[in-house]
């Protein structure tokens, strides 16, 4: 098969590139490999064409079932996303860009990364921001690595009611670190402020918070960052976006580092990825950042211009002794959050995060009223909320599927005992007429039952 | 430029969001509320769209420019990629995860188990995670499942090691650190490999892991690699694979086959996925059958009946590296790509960039010097130290090309080499470009010779000139204030 245009040399190029070089054949440019290591199968399917390989990429998606209607999160959420943010994120002189290394010509990206460390710190109400990092899970973790560096200290506290996912990888990260890890289970679906106050004291490095946490439930922390910091511990919180549209911003809760996934922002759900993780902290935490940061300066002209700054933290200079080892980071989908985020705007944002609030409550309402059906929070919610079912949620949600419902997250695979919860998830994207519809086809799914 | 921000007028929308068809529900109480709103743009669509194009015009790309950035792999990235990834971005991850979801996922699953069966058999391995988000996270992970392997043998505490060359990138020694380990440096010797009688003194039952990447970061392929794993396994140490540089030996040798036992790849480097301004990238990482057991979960098995489903009940896993399976929209690129070029397009990927490697490095080797002077792979390190003598440095020349249309290769890396001007051409630029590009390298030694202060004054042709770092770093400014 012809692979020129991707490979496009002629033979007579070849020839002649073979020529200058002074060797017979591109197979001797292969000597320094001894012959004994050589591959000896290499057993990948033949080539397709372009259409063919679309064709295949399409029966792939099409082997997935289309058009689930989505009371899910969990972390990820099926939000509008402005036509703008493919638009201009499909530039290829933002998407086919390196690293920005080379600030002179890399202003583009550079230019939109300090605005997105901007958007970041005005969200959070924090001082300074990075340029990304994976996603929330990783963000979790490298806050509380952070925390460690920070404070000298090795023991992380973690609200049970954070994402099971996040503390998933928070342990992982840390397995190998000599930390100490102490979960808090929940109680009624808030952090156990009781057991907090036994466990806090001066070998605490941090506490993770998540707000709203995994059942939904909204909660004010600023009391608790003043006992954290009454030990000299740090808070950490794991924040949703959206909701920082309405939502009292870590800045005002006396959160000392900010993190969260930035999927909500611009990212399509994509099973899974690739979205962002965010991290914002007060500014005297900056040399302890992770990642990439872009800072301002100016030029010889004294024109202004950007630059990747504080490099001297980083993996390649720092090598075993950087702050964190990432190095690629989730830049082109930070990019659609800021495209997101100016799109929607100021005013809209509140808008959005109003608009998610009054389609939740709206459905809450309706599946409370549906007989043996309650809502477990006394706490105030954003857009996701925990009922418990009179079954096995678990079999409720498998059943709903069928239907082309995905019903919510059933908790009883995370928190023993919890196996008749439902968590709820309602974005602005669901209308009046698919809650309704959620509504009757889960009435019918428990009258079924007792029959 | 003006900031997005400065371009804000109260009031103004860059989109219309959907009307509510629901009751307004009660406001919450005043102490959970954010006291202002977020101060964020106030544009119409018009003033976003302006501005985001006019910033984009402002980069230097691989569309737009050669982009010869060694170590990156800046190959050309097919279009149909794109389109291929947008046919899965209404698919939410959480679907998989529920009772009764693995059913109605098929067909991301089967794209994440097709794939790692693709990039096993490319790199003799026996089986691939694909949730590492990037290199670096797939570093990071490989050596937790090390640190997990060696563990389960009851050797938590004797492992205290990872040993790397000089030569390694920088992600090597900071994701060892992040599984625990002490770090252990070979030089480099005058052959470009790393040190073979210093590396056998630094080997004790200590050392849990050796970190490579071959072809190393000057662009040679250690003839010794084979060698080096033995030594590695007969102290119990495994061998760890750097896929930063597999674009060169695709067919031609597999890490799996010459005694590695872990390893990633950069999706966004060999297997054409974009770079997108620093990421999004994919670090799948594959392992040797001795390694599976300590995966992270959920593990995507295939059942007898040939279904796809969800393994979460192995006892020995490193347990979830990211909250999901992995940069799912760069793997499907890269399975696109895989496809695409398939076992015969593979090879000459490898074959193309080899050659064009070789071909830049005796065409400028009379001009700039050339500290390894011996066949090298997909990249070629040549030293600016005959430039050093007219007072020019690496980052001179950097900058010059700027000015003339190119991106600058990597400079000042390897560290192990001063003044380090690392090219990698990539099999998808033609001869044509290169030739134009060596043209402008061989002005640029002339002009340090003749016009050293033309090269120090560069670029000259951008928005703005070279920029004050120290200031940047001293003010801290990371974000606009007001």
New interface residues.
Partial sequence: ?N?SH????TPE??A???S????AS?EE??????T?????T?????????FE??G???????????G?V?F?????Y?H?I?A?VD??S???????????Y????????L?????Y???????T?L???N??L?????ACAEAA?MALRVTGRNKILIDGSV?P??R??V???L????VEIVEIDPLDGLLNRAELASLLDDSVAALLVQNPNFFGS?E?F?AVAGQVHGVGALLIGSVYPIA??????PG?TGIDIAVG?GQSLGN???????S?GFIAAK?TF?RNMPG??????????G?R?Y?L??QAR?????????T??????????A?RG??F????????????A??N??????AKARLAAIPGVTVLQVA?TFNEFTVSLPKDA??V??EL??AGI?AG??LGQYYLGSENCLVVTVT??R???E?DKFAEALQSELIAIHF | ?Q???EQ?T??????K??A???????S??E?????E???????S?LD??RH??N???????????F?P?GS?T?K???K?L????N???????????????V??????L??LYDLGQ?LA??T?MDEVTTQP?????G??TGI?LI?AYHASRGNKAKKKYVVVPDSS???N???????????ITVPTAPYGDMDLELFKKAMTDEVAAVMMTCPNTLG??N?H??EISDIAHSHDALMYYDGANLNA?M????PG??GFDVIHVNL?KTFGT?????????GPVGVKSALIPFL?QPRIVMDDDGLLQLETTNQGT?????????????M?KA??Y????????????S??A???A??IK??LKPYYDLPYD??C?HECVFSASKQLAHGVHAIDI??FL?DRGY??PTVY?PMIVKEAIMIEPT?????ATMDAFIEVMIEAAREAELNPQALHDA?LT????????T???R??????VG
């Avoid at chain 2, 974009?274 to 994919?282: A, D, E, L, R, V």
Wanted: one cysteine or more.
């Fill in positions: 098969m692979d991707y490979c496009p040399h190029e070849i002649e590139m073979l200058t070089i002074g060797v591109v440019l292969f000597a320094p490999i001894p004994e290591l050589r591959a000896k290499f057993n990948l399917p033949a080539g397709m064409s372009e390989t679309y295949r990429m399409q029966e792939l998606a099409g082997d997935n079932t289309p689930m989505n899910i999160g969990g972390g990820f099926d509008i402005p703008v638009h201009l499909g530039r290829a002189e933002f998407y086919t860009a390196y690293t920005p080379q600030p002179e010509c890399s202003q583009g990206t230019q939109a990364l300090f605005e460390q901007t958007a970041i710190c005005r969200l109400g001082d300074v921001s340029a990304s994976y996603d929330g899970g990783t690595m994402s996912f996040s998933q990888v342990k992982t990260y397995f190998n670190l000599d909204i004010d600023t920082l549209g309405i939502l009292k911003t005002e996934d399509p759900l994509s099973f899974g990825g690739p962002f500014k900056i990439r940061i872009v800072g301002e300066t100016v030029d010889k002209n024109t211009g630059v700054t504080l980083e993996q390649h200079i720092k090598r075993h002794k950087a964190s080892n990432i190095c690629s980071n989730q830049g082109l989908c990019l800021l495209i985020l100016s799109a929607v705007g100021k005013e809209g944002l509140a808008e959005l109003r608009l609030r009054d389609k939740a409550e709206y105030p678990a079999e949600v498998a599927l069928k995905a997250v059933p602005e994207k209308s009046k007429k809650i | 430029m900031l997005i921000y804000s109260p009031g103004r929308r860059g989109v969001l959907p509510s068809d629901v009751p307004v529900a009660p919450l109480p102490s959970l509320l954010r006291a709103r977020a101060g964020l743009a106030e544009v669509e976003l769209v985001f194009t910033l984009s015009r402002r980069n230097f790309s691989v569309d737009t420019n982009y950035l990156c800046m050309y990235n097919a149909v794109e389109n291929s990834a046919l899965f971005a209404p698919f939410h991850p959480m679907t998989a995860l529920l009772p009764g979801g059913e109605l996922c098929q067909g991301t089967g794209m693709l058999d490319i003799g988000l990037a290199g670096a996270h570093e990071m937790m640190a990138h920088g992600t020694p900071a994701s060892a650190a992040i599984a625990g380990y002490e770090i040679l392929f003839p690699i084979k030996i067919g031609k040798v597999k086959d010459v966004h974009p770079h997108g301004g620093g990421g999004p990238g994919s992270p490193i347990g979830r590296t990211a909250n999901f399976f992995g940069n799912f929209g760069v499907a399975y696109a895989i496809i695409m070029l398939g076992r015969e397009g593979l090879i000459r990927v074959e193309q080899v050659l064009n070789n071909y005796e065409r011996m066949t792979m950097a900058k700027i991106h600058p890396f099999e998808t630029e033609s001869k670029p951008m928005p703005i000139s070279r920029l004050d770092e200031k940047a770093a003010e801290q400014k990371v974000c606009c």
